[in-house]
């Protein structure tokens, strides 16, 4: 049965039949490859009751040599704003948060949420690392 699987296995398509590629897709699968981003585990210490989280699109990571500003590109395990996260009363609760990349120059920068009312997350002059995988923690 092998024997005849791999016979009809080695013939060839007809031209007509082959996938064609396309060099712009090539291309822009290349940028993506060097694309990178930064990583921040954030984790919120738990608090005496229930505690409702989210964040907003309007983070940054900004470098503080330079006027460069990273976007957040994704969060995961806490809601975009306007929604929220709900943590139940005396538990840690962890979310990630993916930046875009920040300059090679940069050595040191903040992470802060843009926005007109309290509660802003803020973690200042945080050192820059080789793996731009990086781990804080919020004051309640």
């Not at 080695?10 to 064609?20: F, I, N």
């Not at 009751?49 to 900004?62: A, C, P, S």
Request: hydrophobic content about 35%; overall charge neutral.
């Amino acid at each position: 049965c092998s024997e005849n699987h791999r016979s009809r296995g080695a013939e060839r398509r007809p031209e007509s039949d082959r996938p064609t590629i396309h060099i712009h897709a090539i291309v822009r699968l290349s940028e993506v490859a060097h694309e990178s981003h930064v990583y921040v585990h954030v984790t919120y210490p738990p608090g005496q009751g229930e505690v409702l989280l989210r964040i907003w699109r309007t983070t940054f990571l900004l470098d503080k040599g330079s006027s460069h500003e990273s976007r957040l590109v994704h969060a995961d395990n806490i809601s975009y704003a306007p929604a929220w996260t709900i943590v139940p009363a005396a538990r840690p609760h962890t979310f990630l948060l993916i930046f875009e990349g920040l300059p090679k120059e940069c050595v040191v920068f903040d992470l802060v949420e843009r926005i007109d009312q309290p509660g802003a997350f803020e973690v200042r002059s945080i050192r820059r690392n080789k793996s731009d995988v990086y781990r804080v923690t919020l004051a309640p």
